[in-house]
């Protein structure tokens, strides 16, 4: 069964500074790998996929996430952290036609 | 604006009664999504419909059914509510294998 980890339920990071959002995922052959950010009442918003080609990935606001095949990570990263990106952040995974598997999120908390 | 709508945005009733969530997807997307985010049990994938027919099924209890019309919009109809039913309901539809769901806000059902 495919399944999605998000190891860390809650990151905190100072304004400015890079942050981390970690996912691993177990999914047979190649998969289908995605971030999404859910603001408090609001629904779930794309941020970026990884589908096939480089392994890094660019995606809206400024993240980015990095595909590691050895490692089944897909970690969500940006450079310099934003008070505006405190939200809730969903790492999820598919394959083929299969249905989006979601981690169980972790709530991220950028502090000025 | 993630171009998906759901609709109402907030739902109360009492344990027992039904109640039925409807969702309008993207333009041209044909697949649509169901999830259902509590406190407890993150994000749950329901179910899932494609040009009308089911496609994939989750862990959708035998007490919540759902349909997706000819004009692609989709109900979801919850019966015998119980208090473990209030959560955050989530429409989602994409537009085929690979490619990223879209979000519409939710609607909040509390069974009282």
């Known amino acids: 069964a495919q399944s999605v980890a998000q190891p860390e339920d809650q990151v905190n990071v100072a304004e400015g500074n890079p942050l981390t959002v970690k996912c691993t995922y177990s999914?047979?052959?190649?998969?289908?790998l995605f971030w999404y950010v859910q603001y408090p009442n609001r629904g779930l918003q794309f941020l970026l996929k990884y589908i096939t080609g480089d392994n890094l990935v660019k995606g809206s606001y400024g993240f980015e996430a990095e595909f590691n095949k050895s490692q089944t990570s897909f970690h969500l990263k940006k450079p310099s952290a934003l008070v505006s990106d405190s939200a809730l952040y969903f790492c999820a995974a598919a394959r083929g036609n299969t249905p989006l598997v979601f981690g169980k999120g972790t709530r991220l908390s950028v502090i000025a | 604006d993630s171009g998906v709508t759901q609709t109402p945005k907030h739902l109360i009733t009492a344990t027992g009664q039904r109640v039925t969530l409807r969702c309008s997807p993207r333009s041209g997307d044909l697949s649509v999504y169901w999830y259902q985010q509590s406190l407890d049990q993150g994000l749950q994938f329901l179910i899932q419909y494609y040009n009308g027919e089911e496609r994939a099924k989750g862990n959708i209890l035998e007490r919540f059914s759902a349909q997706q019309f000819p004009d692609l919009h989709s109900e979801l109809n919850l019966s015998s509510l119980e208090l473990g039913d209030s959560a955050l309901y989530f429409c989602?539809?994409?537009?085929?294998?690979?490619?990223?769901?879209?979000f519409g806000p939710g609607t909040r059902l509390t069974v009282t």
């Open positions: 989602a539809s994409s537009g085929g294998q690979g490619h990223e769901q879209y």
């Open positions: 999914v047979s052959g190649n998969p289908y």
